[in-house]
Nanobody, 121 residues
Framework: QVQVEESGGGSVQAGGSLRLSCVYSESTYCMAWFRQSPGKEREWVARISSVGPIYYSDFVKGRFTISKDSANSTLYLQMNVLKPEDTGMYFC??????????????????WGQGTQVTVSS
């Protein structure tokens, strides 16, 4: 089981930025950020493959950047131009399958506890 722990959440005004971090115990084929708002299903935000490809959901494309520092076993999510609809709990997740086939929460094996992001208008 891969251990992951997120940090970096907080409260910001619309248009602001935050950077989330996720420290993991071992690298896997695919790592991702998901988010979940009250009353909604968990949805993927961005995912990064160990062999290169990066995927973004349409609602964050151009605003968020996922990156990985393998030397420090840390996954990042840089979030810019934040909107109130970006509010939610953000989770780091790992999958032993390729990112090309890991598209939903059920495809991911290990999860962190989450970090809360609140964007006010």
């Amino acid at each position: 089981q891969v251990q992951v722990e997120e940090s970096g959440g907080g409260s910001v005004q619309a248009g602001g930025s935050l950077r989330l971090s996720c420290v993991y115990s071992e690298s896997t084929y695919c790592m991702a950020w998901f988010r979940q708002s009250p009353g909604k299903e968990r949805e993927w935000v961005a995912r990064i493959s160990s062999v290169g490809p990066i995927y973004y959901s349409d609602f964050v494309k151009g605003r968020f950047t996922i990156s990985k520092d393998s030397a420090n076993s840390t996954l990042y999510l840089q979030m810019n131009v934040l909107k109130p609809e970006d509010t939610g709990m953000y989770f780091c997740a790992t999958s032993r399958r390729a990112c090309s086939v890991s598209r939903q929460a059920a495809d991911f094996d290990d999860w962190g506890q989450g970090t809360q992001v609140t964007v006010s208008s």
